[in-house]
Nanobody, 115 residues
Framework: QVQLVESGGGSAQAGDSLRLSCAAS????????LNWYRQAPGKQREFVGY???????NYVDSVKGRFIISRDNAKNTVYLQMNSLKPEDTAVYYC?????????WGQGTRVTVSS
């Protein structure tokens, strides 16, 4: 089974940076696309960005130029570097991947950004 564990969340002030990590338990991690989502209180879960097995990444417009996704296949870990944080970035952040047509989710890590 695939297990994903997020970490690195916490409280920050607007303009600060945080680095989130997502560690995967499976040895096939390097072959999968890894996605980041977030869910703010009272809102739907929102797609943030993804990174391919080859290291290419893409992002939702609201975080482009501020967030960077990277991966270290040797460590089975994907990262979300969040810069120039805004209060609207406040949410629980989740990583996600698909293996054999099944979606796997971590339990999330909370990010709170104050103005």
């Amino acid at each position: 089974q695939v297990q994903l564990v997020e970490s690195g969340g916490g409280s920050a002030q607007a303009g600060d940076s945080l680095r989130l990590s997502c560690a995967a338990s499976r040895g096939i991690f390097s072959f999968n696309v890894l996605n980041w989502y977030r869910q703010a209180p009272g809102k739907q879960r929102e797609f943030v960005g993804y990174i391919t097995s080859g290291g290419s990444s893409n992002y939702v417009d609201s975080v482009k130029g501020r967030f960077i996704i990277s991966r270290d296949n040797a460590k089975n870990t994907v990262y979300l570097q969040m810069n120039s944080l805004k209060p609207e970035d406040t949410a629980v952040y989740y990583c996600n991947t698909i293996v054999g047509n099944v979606q796997y989710w971590g339990q999330g890590t909370r990010v709170t950004v104050s103005s």
